[in-house]
């Protein structure tokens, strides 16, 4: 019997809906084999030098392994490079460089911060911008990779290209011309995911999907398998990010997009498990932002344009227990646009709606009960970004580039006891629309790349 945890009075209307739908009705599920996973906070170990390898860190969780970040900052105590161009991209890191990407003068282009300086170190065109299709998008909105000797940039234009820390091209490819051109309806946002020595990029849209996978060295592409759903329209389209799992003692890709949780198999792609129905009602709307966030066996997944939050047992799914995986399930808490970051049994959910806008949820892990709630400052704008968890503080970063620092986060639920506050709100100057770009870590520095520059703030 599955549990569905909704807080106070909704928790009967939530179960009394599923039983008249039947709760086969409502989450669909295939399950292609009988296996058992077991993951842990780093999915894979990086090279010391690799400071901050792809879009959600080292863990893929939103967490910071340095715990003495900036809690006030001003645009005066910052130092800033400008960037040009439109991009959208959160900086991967090796040593002291960063790379990201931006659409300049028609061109896709990757640039390298030097952080010492700080100063641009290069830039290496990659084929031409094809975005700005929405106010907040842009053809350079996923963010790069890096396994310390490589980075690997992908673009709106289907555009893959691999450099070394040179910025020499080692190899490329456009995966419209291989596969097709797109059919998304706004700008790319699926960042590329590394797993293995491999680098695999998600491709959800209205007509054929995929996942595809390439070895990082030499470009050699090593597997592609399809991913239909029957997710309708734009409900098909989806901009989320992969996050790399573990499935008994195996490697393994969970996807969240297009209505439908898979878990495939990282050596050849083959699809383990499927869990459907997180759009019971065919809305053709539900296209999917904000990416899953893994800890341990549960996977967290936001959907239905921020209106609903379902945590799956990913070790129960993969065993064929179908919807019997779906651990808890609110449908009064989500984020639409940022991905939530876990640590310590919490979850930590930014909501972006009308309801609750600027309202962060701590959430159990366990239960999806409500430990805390912190309301962030009123702007009229929104969150794209996603949060940053550092020591014992959370960095929630706006649309206008305002961050706002939360502490003490505490830990598992006894540990805090809803103490958690705001403790700073950080105005920089660059408050043009829009900063979609995630906050990261650089040791005691933080790095938040706005509309125009890229800031480095802290010693």
Not at 217 to 236: F, V
Not at 351 to 365: E, I, N, P
Not at 406 to 419: F, Q, V, Y
Request: with cysteine; charged share 20%.
């Amino acid at each position: 019997m599955n549990m569905f945890i909704v807080p106070g009075r909704l928790m009967a209307a939530c179960l009394v809906a599923f039983s008249a739908m039947g709760t086969s009705s409502c989450f669909a599920v295939e399950a292609t084999a009988t296996r058992t996973r077991g993951v842990s906070s780093d999915t894979a170990e990086t090279d010391q030098n690799v400071v901050w390898p792809q879009w959600r860190g080292p863990s893929q969780q939103g967490v910071s392994l340095d715990a003495e970040l900036p809690v006030k900052w001003s645009e005066e105590t910052a130092l800033r490079v400008e960037i040009p161009g439109s991009g959208g991209s959160t900086p991967v890191v090796v040593g002291n460089t960063a790379f990201l990407t931006s659409g300049v003068d028609g061109k896709n282009m990757l640039f390298a911060i030097d952080l010492e300086e700080p100063r641009i170190s290069w830039q290496v065109p990659m084929g031409s911008d094809r975005g700005n299709k929405h106010r907040k998008g842009s053809g350079s909105n996923p963010s790069p990779v890096t396994d310390g000797e490589h980075v690997v940039a992908y673009f709106r234009s289907g555009d893959l290209v691999c450099v070394n820390l040179s910025g020499e091209i080692v190899w490329q490819h456009n995966l419209q011309d291989k596969f097709g051109e797109d059919s998304l309806w706004w700008d790319l946002g699926s960042s590329p995911l590394l797993v293995d020595s491999m680098v695999v990029i998600p491709v959800m849209q209205t007509g054929p999907s995929y996942l595809v996978a390439f070895d990082v060295a030499s470009g050699e592409m090593k597997w592609k398998t399809d991913r239909s759903t029957e997710a309708p329209e734009e409900a098909a389209q989806s901009y989320t990010t992969p996050l790399a799992v573990e499935i008994n003692g195996e490697s393994a890709i969970a996807v969240m997009g297009a209505d439908n949780l898979t878990i495939n198999r990282a050596s050849d792609g083959k699809e383990l498990a499927r869990l459907g129905g997180f759009n019971p009602g065919g809305e053709k709307f539900f296209r999917s932002i904000s990416s899953p966030v893994a800890d341990g066996n549960l996977i967290f997944c936001p959907y239905s344009r921020g209106a609903t939050l379902t945590a799956v047992d990913m070790e129960q799914l993969v065993a064929g227990k179908g919807k019997d995986a779906i651990v808890w399930f609110r449908d009064d808490v989500g984020s639409d646009v940022p991905t939530p970051a876990a640590r310590d049994g919490v979850l930590y959910v930014v909501s972006d709606g009308k309801r609750d806008k600027g309202t962060v949820y701590a959430l159990s892990q366990k239960t999806g009960e409500t430990l805390w709630t912190v309301q962030l400052p009123r702007t009229r704008q929104s969150y794209s970004s996603s949060p940053l968890i550092a020591g014992d503080r959370l960095y929630v970063t706006g649309e206008d580039a305002r961050t706002s620092v939360i502490a003490p986060l505490g830990g598992t639920e006894s540990e805090n006891g809803g103490k958690a506050e705001l403790v700073s709100t950080n105005e920089v100057a660059d408050t043009q629309e829009y900063t979609v770009s995630s906050p990261i870590s650089l040791g005691d520095r933080l790095a938040l790349r706005t509309k125009n520059f890229l800031y480095l703030i802290g010693n």
